[in-house]
């Protein structure tokens, strides 16, 4: 049985206490713990709103506050006491206050519920974490940037199924990756307007019989907007789904990146190298040199996929409006924050101290018939439906495939005979360097574009090409 000298807020309901058992399977404390500064905040504004509005005198509020900022200092210094019997970081707070000031202190949860303290606490909280994260992933661009500023220029293989396709700028491919993670840091700004939502007021499903004002609260917590309906207020998790959808598509565009580099650190690549404070080594093989970072990165992004999904199927058969179910948001959510953040912050150091081997890029350009389309194309400016070119380039590459020729290496005469319309100057088009220098669409790999697109980047990301 629970410890007799511990009162829940509903003691007065039960006739028996709460079987320790309970206590330990409904406690949130050990992990909702993190919340403590938020809690403490929005029970600051909510003392100030009930001090407006004249439902507490003004020295109540006062005393509750100043006290309230005692606690935070003794939780911030390791001097709080945590007990598991208070069940969760609400009831923790408000034990304590009332500790410090009696009755003064139980007057604080007036006009208001766990449900809709709750709900707030963990919008302030995911709030916080967003700005971190888009700062973090500013950084993972700026890393990204810089590595494309000091390759500018050097050409690799760009692949379709993982099969040399076309020659493209290493810059570009690099480029490519600060697409995706400008996606992301849209997703999450246009999140914000999901998450600052003020739910307090909504108290436990129905609203409140005290004259609150929420816009009040809500300007206190720079919330801009206050909920409209308040069974919506308690049992909205939305924002926390929707953070974790766009998390795992941080994750997906880090894993993608990652293999990438894993592959192009092995030996049969060897394109790139990871640097040793990135890596892992063997402990029966000293040889080895493993990329533990961008591997765990990879691994975790189905841990990170899972918690969305486990929040979907919590949420999916509730009924209106709050339940216990909902405790199981928070779990998922601070793992994903703290695995995210690690994740984009530990990437951006990998590029920031990634060596490229440009000899290895090189020796991968030869081969594979990368100017292939190129010759399709400068057939079909002699005139040549591209169909027909294109069919015309497979019977050529066949026929040097045959030979053990790249296409350059093939005489006019050879060429000829699968496309008659070539003339010398094909060869001016076969070269990877011409290749990249033609393809000047927008957004295309051509030199002028992809200095153009990272002098774009470099500007929103604020640096200075020069660093």
Not at 54 to 60: F, K, N
Not at 135 to 153: F, N
């Amino acid at each position: 049985m629970s410890d007799q000298g511990t009162q829940k807020p509903w003691q007065g309901r039960f006739a028996a206490p709460t079987d320790t058992r309970v206590e330990e399977f409904t406690s949130s404390l050990h992990f909702d713990r993190r919340l403590y500064r938020y809690d403490i905040i929005g029970s600051m504004a909510h003392a100030r709103m009930l001090a407006r509005q004249g439902i507490l005198a003004a020295e109540e509020a006062e005393t509750i506050i100043r006290s309230l900022k005692a606690i935070e200092q003794e939780i911030d210094t390791g001097g709080f006491v945590f007990d598991p019997a208070a069940e969760d970081i609400h009831m923790a707070i408000e034990q304590r206050l009332i500790a410090l000031v009696g009755e003064v202190g139980r007057k604080l949860h007036t006009a208001r519920s766990r449900n809709d303290q709750v709900a707030l606490d963990v919008r302030l909280y995911l709030r916080d974490q967003v700005q971190e994260l888009n700062s973090a992933l500013t950084e993972l661009r700026r890393s990204g940037a810089r590595l494309a500023r000091r390759h500018l220029g050097l050409i690799m293989p760009g692949y379709t199924h993982l099969q040399r396709a076309q020659p493209i700028l290493f810059s570009h491919h690099l480029l490519a990756y600060d697409e995706m993670f400008r996606r992301d840091q849209a997703r999450l700004e246009d999140a914000l307007a999901r998450i600052n939502v003020l739910p307090l007021g909504a108290a436990a499903l129905a609203g409140t019989t005290f004259p609150i004002d929420p816009a009040y609260t809500a300007e206190l917590l720079d919330f801009p907007a206050v909920t409209r309906n308040s069974l919506d207020a308690v049992s909205d998790r939305d924002f926390v789904v929707e953070f974790l959808a766009s998390a795992a598509l941080i994750m997906v565009h880090l894993s993608r990146l990652a293999e990438e580099l894993i592959l192009w650190s092995s030996a049969e690549f060897a394109f790139i190298d990871i640097a040793d404070a990135y890596c892992t080594g063997s402990s029966i093989m000293p040889q080895k040199k493993n990329p533990d970072v961008p591997e765990l990165i990879r691994g975790k992004s189905g841990r990170v996929f899972g918690h969305l999904m486990g929040l979907l199927t919590t949420l999916k058969g509730l009924p209106l409006a709050y339940n216990r179910d909902l405790q199981e948001d928070k779990e998922p959510l601070f793992d994903t924050v703290d695995t995210v953040q690690a994740s984009v912050r530990l990437m951006a150091g990998v590029l920031a101290h990634l060596s490229v081997c440009p000899e290895r890029l090189a020796a991968a350009l030869t081969g594979g018939f990368l100017t292939a389309t190129d010759m399709a194309d400068y057939l079909v400016t002699r005139g040549v439906p591209f169909r027909t070119a294109h069919a015309q380039v497979g019977q050529t590459v066949r026929f040097a495939e045959s030979q053990g020729k790249d296409l350059a290496d093939l005489t006019l005469a050879e060429i000829k005979q699968f496309a008659p319309q070539a003339e010398a100057d094909l060869f001016e088009w076969l070269t990877v360097e011409q290749a990249v220098a033609r393809r000047r669409s927008p957004g295309g790999t051509a030199p002028e574009r992809v200095s153009e697109m990272l002098a774009k980047v470099e500007q929103e990301l604020g640096l200075d090409p020069a660093d």
